[in-house]
């Protein structure tokens, strides 16, 4: 009966899988070993894993410096393969002896998106996006800096710390990813990252576009909430989709419970009352104002007759009120 070997690392992970249809498999740092170990702290003939005569397969210690310990972590001079999935130390190094009928894991399917993942993957994505929302970090700077006596150019060397702050969520799911036995994927992790960032700057712009031809309407004030949410969505689904979620209650969860910080953030700030009006505006040149604007001459006339036909209507309402009075009958 064929028998299979992994070597295992740290966390658990599969590094090595060797299949053996021979009765006798020789473990070691030794060159003449079946398998041959890394670990410096195995010896060059450790173990050996035989097949006796009623077909059961047996690990036993060579009298090694460092032993061999059992799944419990017990050192053992031999022990028998009763079932497939058993684990063994050998000095540091961790394997399992897997039969050849083991089961196998569900094969995973790959997500619908994966041709996007490999495009983040690209470099030059990743290095664009970093650009572009350096670019972006520079130009707040230097928006702010207008009309103050304070060097907006000192605020650039802010930008590198800042992008670092906004590739932490990356990499802590990479992170998460690496502990759980997944593929981390980094790179396409920071490019949707810096993607997304440089599309909310392309939004701030759109917003301040909107608000600036349609005095902060309705219309805007209900993009400026719907949008942002759908791109964290977006953002959040493909985040834990980087990283394998394979349970879909799970995805779906974390997806909209990361996404409502956004509705629930303003409601955390703590903000002074204000009885003062408080009054948005954005000042944008001329030539991005979508309506043609009124001349100054036009709008005084209709400025003038809509005070003139106020006040006629004004007169009007007195004449006809005090008409009233003097034909009511007396008490």
């Known amino acids: 009966m064929a028998i299979l070997i992994e070597l295992l690392n740290s966390q658990g992970r599969v590094t090595e899988r060797h299949k053996f249809n021979q009765p006798q498999i020789s473990l070691g740092r030794g060159y003449n070993n079946d398998i041959i170990l890394l670990d410096p702290h195995s010896c060059a003939e450790h173990a050996v894993l035989t097949l006796n005569d009623q077909q059961q397969w047996q690990l036993t210690d060579m009298d090694s410096v460092n032993g061999m310990l059992n799944q419990r972590g017990q ?32 094969t995973q399917r790959l997500q619908p998106a994966e041709r996007l993942f490999q495009w983040l993957g690209s470099p030059l994505v990743l290095i664009v996006a970093l650009l572009l929302v350096a670019i972006s970090l520079g130009y707040e700077f230097w928006l ?18 800042l992008l670092l702050m906004f590739a932490l969520w990356p990499l802590l799911l990479a992170l998460w990813a690496r502990f759980s036995n ?30 600036f031809n349609l005095n902060n309407s309705m219309l805007t004030r209900g993009l400026s909430y719907l949008l942002p949410t759908l791109l964290l969505l977006v953002f959040f689904w493909f985040s834990f989709a980087l990283v394998n979620i394979q349970r879909r209650w799970l995805h779906i969860g974390l997806t909209l419970l990361f996404s409502s910080l956004y509705w629930v953030y303003p409601w955390l700030e703590y903000s002074d009352a204000h ?24 709008f005084m006339e209709k400025t003038e007759l809509l005070f003139t036909n106020t006040a006629a209507k004004a ?8 008409a009233k009075r003097s034909n009511a009958p007396e008490a």
């Open 75 to 106: 050192r053992v001079k031999q022990q028998p393969i009763t079932q497939s999935g058993q684990q063994f130390t050998l000095g540091k190094q961790r394997l399992r002896v897997v039969f050849s009928d083991h089961p196998v894991p569900a």
């Open 275 to 298: 009885y003062s009006p408080q009054f948005e505006h954005q000042l944008l040149p001329q030539v991005l104002l979508l309506r043609q604007p009124t001349a100054t001459d036009i």
């Open 182 to 211: 997944r593929e981390p994927r980094l790179k396409p992790l920071l490019a949707l990252t810096f993607c997304l960032l440089v599309i909310w700057a392309g939004w701030d712009i759109l917003a301040a576009l909107l608000n």
């Open 315 to 322: 007169e009007k309402d007195r004449v006809e009120k005090a």
């Open 144 to 161: 702010d800096g207008i009309g103050e006596d304070s060097q907006w150019q000192k605020q650039l060397l802010l930008i590198p710390f």
